[in-house]
């Protein structure tokens, strides 16, 4: 896949648990932040997204929380299924700033049958 | 309604020559962004365009450029091919007048160096 090269961090978990995935963004002027899950051989896609004036959002099975003290963001995904195996990235962006997303180097999770 | 579309899927090119990729966001946006991805530096901002306008650069040589057109499709074109240009290239649009803001990407080209 695209990210083999990269040290990506991995998690693997059961299926049905729920997982946690962290990512620590590093402007502080940031202030919107997406979730992306990305298959091999496929584009990012969207999972859910976040503005800095709110620490929580719920989508259907998943979670953001958005700490912007310690400038980290995390994804919860309850009750995992085999299809949730990929790899997930958060990116930042300006929202009034420029339109360039920063993305961090992902995580590869992994769910056992 | 249609996503993000990117073509060709796959490409095989020698150095020293030169490529171009198409995107056609969807429709109604009006921004358009193009990424690098490789296993190596992950995903990198290369470029965006608003408006037949490049609003914003990422860090990479003057052999990456690009255009948007009216309609706002977008090409970016890659001269004088080095190795290290393989990698998948995404496009991402976005419409910053929605609510729904997030950056949706396409399915992106293979570009491979031999």
């Known amino acids: 896949g695209e990210n083999v090269g990269l040290h990506l961090p991995t998690l693997s978990v059961q299926e049905g648990d729920n997982s946690i995935i962290n990512c620590a963004y590093s402007?502080?002027?940031?202030?919107?932040f997406i979730w992306y899950k990305q298959e091999s051989g496929k584009g990012p896609q969207f999972i859910i997204d976040?503005?800095?004036?709110?620490d929580k959002r719920q989508g259907q099975r998943v979670t953001v929380l958005l700490n912007k003290t310690v400038k980290h963001l995390s994804l919860q995904i309850a009750a995992t299924q085999p299809g949730d195996s990929a790899v997930y990235f958060c990116?930042?962006?300006?929202?009034?700033?420029?339109?360039?997303?920063?993305f961090g180097t992902g995580t590869r999770l992994t769910i056992i049958p | 309604k249609a996503g993000v579309t990117q073509t060709p899927r796959y490409l095989i090119k020698t150095r020293g020559q030169q490529v171009t990729l198409s995107c056609s966001p969807i429709?109604?946006?009006?921004?358009v962004s193009w990424y690098q991805q490789t296993p190596g530096q992950g995903l990198q901002f290369l470029f965006e365009?608003?408006?037949?306008?490049?609003?914003n650069k990422g860090n990479f040589p003057g052999r990456f450029s690009g255009r948007q057109f009216s309609n706002s499709r977008s090409e970016m074109n890659v001269s004088t091919l080095e190795l290290g240009d393989s990698a998948l290239y995404l496009c991402?649009?976005?419409?910053?007048?929605?609510?729904?803001?997030?950056?949706?990407f396409g399915s992106g080209t293979r570009l491979t160096v031999v």
């Open positions: 990116a930042e962006n300006a929202l009034f700033g420029n339109e360039k997303l920063t």
């Open positions: 402007n502080s002027a940031s202030d919107y």
């Open positions: 976040i503005r800095s004036n709110m």
């Open positions: 429709s109604g946006h009006r921004s």
């Open positions: 365009y608003f408006s037949e306008t490049q609003r």
């Open positions: 991402a649009s976005n419409n910053r007048d929605s609510l729904n803001y997030g950056y949706t």
